[in-house]
């Protein structure tokens, strides 16, 4: 049985593929990344599993596989992507429907010359 948040999360993540379709296919559009990557990743705590480290430490972390799209003007990157708890629904100590929204705003700085 599905729930108003499975619905959600499956609608939201079609109209994100959707518009990503959408704005890819539009020739010379400013909205379009510069870049897109496929990657799976996994995010945890540096004492996940440690001795000593029980029940504040029980999540494992998450693991996902994500469509990530990247923008890049001068040293400054957006990075966008929607993804999918591996685990699923509330997985790996990761509340929530399976649905995994990824955001980052950075500065890049050259390390060579």
Known sequence: MSTNNDRF???FFVAVGIATVILLNIPGCAAMPDRARVELSHDSHATAGAIGCHSQCAEDGLSR??????????????????GWNLRGRNGGGFYGPGEVFTGRVGYEFNLKR
Do not use: D, F, N
Request: charged share 20%; proline share 5%; glycine share 14%.
């Open 65 to 82: 596989a994500s469509l990530i799209l990247k923008w890049q003007r001068g040293p400054v990157t957006v990075e966008m992507g929607e």
């Open 9 to 11: 999360a499956y609608g």
